[in-house]
């Protein structure tokens, strides 16, 4: 929040949002470009870690991993077990959660809402969700990603109450913010019915305002399988693969789309 | 109060609005009268022949008249187009305050201080009428617009009605012998055509002005007691209604507001007031610093009004008349009579949505300045400058579309202005702190956010994002980011903005000027107008449609412009889909006009260099004319414009601008004369076209050139010829020139011995041993022979030989434009067979080359192809050689055999594509290019 709401322009807002809405790669190189002189050393070490964590997201583990060093601030640090959870066998798993455990147990830097991010997404990787909770939903008051995060771990747990209660705090916080209006829709989506027709104006809205990504596009077309859409899902989705032919949820997606279609969906899973 | 134009000049004391063009009169204290045109700005005309003030000035509803009346006692008549002063009416005692024309009648009504008003006719040029009764000044007196009424007002502190039926009734059936019994009474007593009807006493002062209601029997009046009192008349009697209290002088005029139940009025308080004409209350006051008021006009049919003052006058509208619109998708939102409506363009039907809120004050300028709207949430935020400028936002249900009683409660907060700048959001201005508030549906604060610039507006600009405009500049700011996107340096009043279909481009419109930018506002053009410009829309291909208060007009994306079509009156644009252009009129009616769009569909067709659309709308025939030639001239594609020119002068420049050889020669046929033809040789030369050149000089009788061309080509044979000619013409300078050129010694020599020169042809004959010649001359020259070197060999001097024999030389690569190839595809289909056929002799064939044998054929063929193809009309020759008798043989040499068989075979390809290139295209644009755009 404090960033949100100082009066001087937010140096990070352009990655911040290229992260959310999933425009990783752009996420990367604005980055890069931002010239470190103008930035304060929480920016910059927030800019460091959404930097990882954008090639976390496209898969870059090992880099990562190489690139923070055992000198870097406890918060890259937390990205850097992130990235060896991720990419590791299950020792390394487990190494990685006790690390954590050791670090979230540090009253110097257990509250530190980066670490607290990353300690929740391993959790919520090894669906242990009550412990993930306890570390994202606790005092002090989470970040927007914080507040993010529970919504997606409540609506795993499939307590869409609980997540919309996040999301009021959410919206009573900043409404306009795009990890609120992604939760949003994220809930809409769970809570399905006449809430779709929100998702998708959301979802509308954030590929008015950004670069279309697989993020959205899935969004959109999540939201077109709900209304039954299967044909305009499909568009969107087939778009969406022509973007990352990776994409995993794309590919699930399509399949369900091809299934409901009538159309072969093996060529989806390779 | 809209202030439309103002002048300084001396008092003016009288004014007049012209009915249909946007002209007023304004005679002055000085003498003068200045016509005006007051959309332009200019002053089109002075008449200056009164002496001293001229107070009262009036145009003619339909002819081209004026009368004014001045201090010097005379009415004058002008005719403004011949600038003439046609009459003088003489009659009046003493000053004249007011004159006017009847709107039907020949009639011409003044007020004098000689305490009468008189009626004249200005056909027969007498007095008709001398309405007597005042007892002081009368300071004016006007038709009434529809009854056979006049009223007047004067210092004896009355307004008078008078009754001038009788007056009418003679003039309809002005043979009738009573009638003229009681002319000759008028003429003894002095008149009984006009009585007065009543006499209205209330005013403790003199009055300065009365006039009547448009409509209704009413009538206002205006007095030196400070008063305004409005009165009301039946048949039978007229009374005094109310008095409206506020002017702190003398006021000078008063009138009724012909659409808006309002009475405006002047005084020499230095301030016009503005009254509600049924609740008899002050609405608004203009005040001016220095100068009292004197005067008051309305114009006939428009809503504006001119207020004449101790320094000039000022033309002036009372309240804005632009409807305000929200285009959105296929809809246009737009407001009506209180009513929110819309209209949609693909069934083009109007609904109506809501009734709009009446604002609570009754005050000027307080009806809808802005609307904007979300499609998503149909809901519509309406901006207004009611209580210093507020919104109110209404929400459409859908389901209540076309139901007009459907009636809500519409939320509503103060705000300099107020856009929707994301589907549940809207911005709204708030001036005093310089901020602006992010609210949602429900009309709550989401947000606050200080803006980066002290904004007088905000518009917008894409999701999330505002255009803020301040007195020096416009930028564009993120609401979120609190960041500065973009910024314009241009000290422009923007008054609107209309963003491209794609965001990309943004179109600012001051009062003046229209500025094209992108989404970054990076400056693409400004196109400055003389008067204001009214409204404007993006079409699909990227040109913006804008209107002025008479024009509609185009800009392209380069910054050229140009006008669609002449307005009668203005309208503002909402949408352009292709040929259609949909806007509202000041009623708030929706049109569609239908426009040509073909010229600046041309013209971005060039600018983006899609030429295969310029090359279809050329061949469709789909416009012309001298402005679109200029305009391909200047931006270099003269081939293009040849296809549009008739003028065979403006063709031949134009195609040797674009070096198209073919289309010059026939340009210079027609035109036949020495330059046209020496220019043609020039770039017949240059680019290396020897056939050409060759017809060129022939048709110059440029002999001297010629032989020379015949030389250095290898025409050997014909450089002989051209020698006969020479000889024939008695030019022996050329005879003897062409014999050197041969190489011809016997030849030289003979020449010199019929000039006369026989010591020099001796010389010859003896040097190139030609002995018996040499003898013979010798014997003649007697003791005169000239003594021979001794000791030197001689040698012929002979020309070398050319490298390139009998033929054109490599020809220069002439650039044809993409268009030739398509617009001569018809003809040279044809043409392209007959060059192969050429080709066969030729071996390697160039396209170029038959063009110019082609040429060759029409005229070049006075030596080969006359004699071998009979058929050749007489006089393409170029020349005549009739009377030169030579044998054939000498005619078609050898060595140009394939030359000449090309030329027959060219004649036949000329004949045969010829009249299709002619016929078809060419008659095709000729006539389209007499058509004047």
Known sequence: ???????????????????????????????????????SPDDLLERDALLYRSYLAIGSHQ???????????????????????????????????????????????????????????????????????????????????????????????????????????????????????????????????????????????????????????????????????????????????????????????????????????????? | MLTKFETKSNRVKGLSFHPRRPWILA???????????????????????????????????????????????????????????????????????????????????????????RIWNWQSRTCVAVLTGHNHYVMCASFHPKEDLVVSASLDQTVRVWDIGALRKKTVSPADDILRLTQMNTDLFGGIDAVVKYVLEGHDRGVNWASFHPSLPLIVSGADDRQVKLWRMNDTKAWEVDTLRGHMNNVSCVMFHAKQDIIVSNSEDKSIRIWDATKRTGIQTFRREHDRFWILAAHPEMNLLAAGHDSG????????????????????????????????????????????????????????????????????????????????????????????????????????????????????????????????????????????IATDAIYYAGTGNLLCKAEDRVTIFDLQQRLVLGELFRPLLLNMLFWSSDMESVALLSKHAVVIANKKLVHRCTLHETIRVKSGAWDENGVFIYTTLNHMKYCLPNGDSGIIKTLDVPIYITRVIGNNIFCLDRDGKNKLVTVDASEYIFKLALLRKRYDHVMSMIKNSQLCGQAVISYLQQKGFPEVALHFVKDEKTRFNLALESGNIQIAVASAKEIDDKDHWYRLGIEALRQGNVGIVEYAYQRTKNFERLAFLYLITGYLDKVGFMCKIAGQNNNLMGQFHNALYLGDARKRAEILENAGQLPLAYVTAATHGLTETAERLA??????????????????????????ACGDWPLLRVMRGIFEGGLDATGRAELEEDAAAAGADWGDEDLDIVDASEVVANGGDGFDAEEVEPNEEDGEGGWDLEDLELPPETETPKGCQQCSLCCICCAYTRHACQPNLDSEIFSGWGACSSREL
């Open chain 1, 1 to 39: 929040m404090k960033s949100m709401a100082s009066s001087p322009p937010d140096q990070l807002f352009g990655v911040r949002n290229s992260f959310y809405v999933g425009a990783y790669q752009a996420a990367i190189t604005s980055s890069q470009s931002l010239p470190a002189h103008d930035l």
């Open chain 1, 63 to 270: 880099l990562v991993v190489n690139e923070i060093g055992p000198s870097a601030a406890t918060p890259l640090q937390a990205v850097k077990l992130l990235a060896v959870y991720l990419s590791g066998d299950a020792a390394n798993k487990e190494s990685v959660v006790s690390r954590l455990q050791d670090l979230l147990g540090d009253p110097a830097v257990g509250s530190n809402p980066i670490l607290r991010l990353m300690a929740g997404t391993v959790f919520m990787h090894e669906r242990d969700y009550a412990e993930a909770l306890k570390h994202t939903n606790s005092s002090p008051a989470g970040t927007m990603e914080l507040l993010a995060l529970n919504v997606q771990i409540y609506l795993q747990m499939n307590r869409a109450d609980h997540a919309e209660k996040q999301l009021r705090v959410m919206q009573q916080l900043d409404e306009d913010h795009t990890l609120t209006q992604l939760a949003n829709a994220w809930v809409d989506l769970a809570m399905g019915g006449s809430k779709i027709q929100e998702a998708h104006l959301i979802f509308q809205d954030l590929s008015d305002k950004y670069p279309t990504t697989c993020m959205i596009l899935n969004g959109k077309a999540l939201c077109s399988i709900h209304m039954g859409n299967f044909e305009e899902a499909e568009a969107l989705l087939l778009e969406s693969l022509n973007k990352d032919a990776k994409d995993a949820e794309t590919r699930a997606n399509l399949m369900v789309c091809s299934l409901n279609l009538g159309k072969p969906a093996t060529r989806y899973l390779k």
């Open chain 2, 27 to 117: 005679s002055l204290h000085s003498g003068v009268i200045q016509m005006w045109d007051y959309r332009m700005g200019t002053l089109l005309d002075r008449f200056d022949e009164h002496d001293g003030p001229v107070r009262g000035v009036h145009f003619h509803a339909t002819q081209p008249l004026f009368v004014s009346g001045g201090d010097d006692y005379k009415i004058k008549v002008w005719n403004y187009k011949t600038h003439r002063c046609l009459f003088t009416l003489h009659g009046h005692l003493d000053y004249i305050r007011t004159v006017q024309f009847h709107h039907e009648y020949p009639w011409i009504v003044s007020a004098s201080d000689d305490q009468t008003i």
């Open chain 2, 313 to 452: 006058m000022i033309v002036f509208k009372l309240e804005r008349e632009r409807p305000a619109f929200c285009v959105s998708g296929d809809t246009v939102f737009y407001v009506k009579d209180r009513f929110l409506r819309y209209f949609e363009y693909s069934t083009q039907k109007e609904v109506q949505v809501a009734p709009i809120r009446r604002p609570g004050s009754v005050s000027l300028n307080q009806s809808p300045r802005t609307l904007s709207y979300s499609p998503t949430e149909n809901a519509v935020l309406i901006c207004s400058d009611v209580d210093g400028g507020s919104y109110e936002l209404y929400i459409v249900p859908k389901d209540s579309a076309g139901r007009s009683d459907y009636l809500q409660e519409a939320k509503k907060g103060a705000g300099g202005s107020a856009v929707f700048v994301a589907r549940n959001r809207f911005a709204v201005l708030e001036k005093s702190s310089n901020q602006v508030l992010v609210k949602n549906l429900k009309n709550e604060i989401v947000k606050k956010s200080p803006l980066p």
């Open chain 2, 779 to 804: 014997a003649e020259l007697g003791e005169n022979v000239p003594s021979l070197p001794e000791g030197k060999s001689h040698s012929l001097l002979m020309p070398p030989a050319p490298l390139m």
